[in-house]
């Protein structure tokens, strides 16, 4: 199983880069222009990074500097009360169309926990099983839109700490049970990002990244957990600096056949207040020494 693991030492082919690990120091312009310096060859941009450049303008960046888009950040956060439900569907058809545009292999989704914090303006809400049964229905309206317009959804399961927040999927197994019920295909419309520091602690990762198999694993993000964490946001560590197994874990991800991109997304006050160039120095330097 070993043997198949990418050797990431001298070889930065299957890197992403994740646009919020430096969307403190420069706009989307910027940060393509040092994907180029560092010779990084996939971007993730974020929406709100996208809308601030204009989607055609950021589009044409991107494909002028031959960067590939293996996804795009975000949609989600479904879960919403009767008065915002309707915006959340366009938001999401609308996060769909702009990651076609940018030729996204697919688009994030964080599904959202519970209603006033997901859509704010909705009226409150103790029921994470609700919320949970409102997400399935959700996915399951946007994903032949998503077929349609030719975009993958990747269902990211979040860390439990933010089940309230941002998302109520928070186990890789969760989230393929989501995939299995919806998307019985098994074309893989519908798939999984795999993010380190979200699933880590699971002790049936493992098993659960078996069983996704090539076809749902859309995406593997790393970044690395810190001890003591000050922040559950943006408290991440670059990778080497805590305490995740990540070659392991990516063992486990190339064994069930992904080879695709190894993303690195890494929200850190920390590494915010570096320069641009400093802190992607030190992620690719991670990527070859510690992933
Ligand atoms: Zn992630």
Known sequence: MEAAVRDFTT??????????????QGDLQAIIDACLRHKIPAIVPWREQVAELGLRTASRAIERA????????????????????????????????????LGAKCLVLVVGGLPQFSRPGSAPSKDIGAARALVADEIARLLPYAVKCGVRLALEPLHPVHAANRACV???????????????????????????YH????????????????????????????????HPLTDRGMMGDGVIDIPRIRGWVESAGYQGFCEVEILSDVWWARSMDDTLHACVRAMREAV
């Not at 070889?11 to 403190?24: G, P």
């Not at 309707?86 to 609308?94: M, V």
């Not at 798939?191 to 380190?196: E, L, N, R, S």
């Not at 198999?213 to 964490?229: N, S």
């Open 11 to 24: 070889d930065q082919s299957c890197m992403a880069l994740n646009t919020v690990t430096v969307r403190k």
């Open 66 to 101: 031959g960067l590939v888009v293996p996804g795009y950040c975000r949609g989600g956060m479904m879960v919403a009360d009767e008065s915002r439900l309707g915006e959340a569907r366009d938001d999401n058809r609308r996060a769909v169309d702009e990651a076609a545009e």
């Open 170 to 196: 928070n186990t890789l197994g969760q989230a393929l049970d989501l995939c299995d019920a919806i998307d019985q295909t098994g074309q893989g419309g519908l798939g999984v990002a795999v993010d380190v």
């Open 199 to 230: 699933t880590w602690w699971d002790p049936d990762l493992a098993n659960q990244i078996a069983r996704a198999g090539a076809a749902r694993l859309h995406a593997f993000h790393v970044c690395d957990w810190l001890v003591p964490t000050r």
